[in-house]
């Protein structure tokens, strides 16, 4: 009698990630420079630049 299903399971593959590491270190440096830039704005203008962001992209919106 044959059974249905196999008794062990397959080893899974494992898959390498597809990003290479000088993309992960380029994306992340972009993440700091753009965190970098966001704190200096904050620093100079105050918080009324980013609220102007946040009130013209909700007017754009609608």
Known sequence: MSEKFPTAMPDPVRHRASFSLALRIGTGM???ALLAASIG???RHGS???FDLIA???AYCF
Request: no cysteine; proline share 0%.
């Open 30 to 32: 972009l993440g700091l």
């Open 41 to 43: 704005l904050w620093a």
């Open 48 to 50: 009324a630049v980013f």
């Open 56 to 58: 013209s992209g909700i």
